[in-house]
């Protein structure tokens, strides 16, 4: 429980600084993978939680079904990190007259 609560707390951090940052103006898909679908992983973890007093093996059920959605989550994110540097560095450096 407390693991999702400090989790809601990196996304509010993550809002603001994606809100504050000058060098790129995010896009649907930026907003919707780094605070819209993060969200749903850390809410079934906050609820599986609460639900493992009472009902153990499904709540573990929820655990594996978010741990899973964080990894989709941050496969897409690690993806579009690396083409971003790729695409616009070879962008930068084909201009640049070395």
Partial sequence: MLSAAAEF???AIVLRRMRRQGGYEPEFEDWLFHIGFPI?????LALSALAMV????EALFGVAA???L???IGIHNAWDAVSYHVFFS???TDADPR
């Fill in 54 to 57: 009472l009902h153990a093996r």
């Fill in 66 to 68: 978010a741990a899973l």
């Fill in 90 to 92: 070879m962008r930068d």
């Fill in 40 to 44: 749903a992983p850390y809410a079934v």
């Fill in 70 to 72: 964080l990894l989709f």
């Fill in 9 to 11: 707390v990196y996304i």
